[in-house]
């Protein structure tokens, strides 16, 4: 079963760039789609990008689009989030996992091998 770890986040101004990686152990993350996650104190997880297991293929969710990049390394195991032009909404926990389910689904009940989590703090 793959584990994975995201690097450390950081605190950013509005407008910035942040880039996030995701490596994993226990497994290789070429065998599965990727997926980033979000989540803020008392919200539920939600779903951010995701990649197919060739890199052939991403998908965003609406907020992400034109600012965020999801791409990967399968050589060396690792997945990458870009985030571009930050803002304060941002500010959330971000999380990397495996791809479990249909390509489609992006319910994070769909995902396996929850990395720790890295705080993003993005100020004003």
């Known amino acids: 079963q793959v584990q994975l770890a995201e690097s450390a986040g950081g605190l950013v101004q509005a407008g910035g760039s942040l880039r996030l990686s995701c490596t994993a152990s226990?497994?290789?993350?070429?065998?599965?789609?990727m997926g980033w996650f979000r989540q803020v104190p008392g919200k539920e997880r939600v779903f951010v990008a995701a990649?197919?297991?060739?890199?052939?293929?991403?998908d965003y969710a609406d907020f992400a689009k034109g600012r965020f990049t999801i791409s990967r390394s399968n050589l060396v195991n690792t997945v990458y989030l870009q985030m571009t032009n930050l803002k304060p909404e941002d500010t959330a926990v971000y999380y990397c996992?495996?791809?479990?389910?249909?390509?489609?689904?992006?319910?994070?009940?769909?995902?396996?091998?929850w990395g720790q989590g890295t705080q993003v703090t993005v100020s004003t």
């Open positions: 996992a495996a791809h479990s389910g249909l390509w489609s689904d992006r319910r994070a009940e769909s995902f396996h091998g």
């Open positions: 226990g497994g290789r993350v070429h065998a599965y789609n």
């Open positions: 990649i197919r297991r060739s890199g052939s293929a991403t």
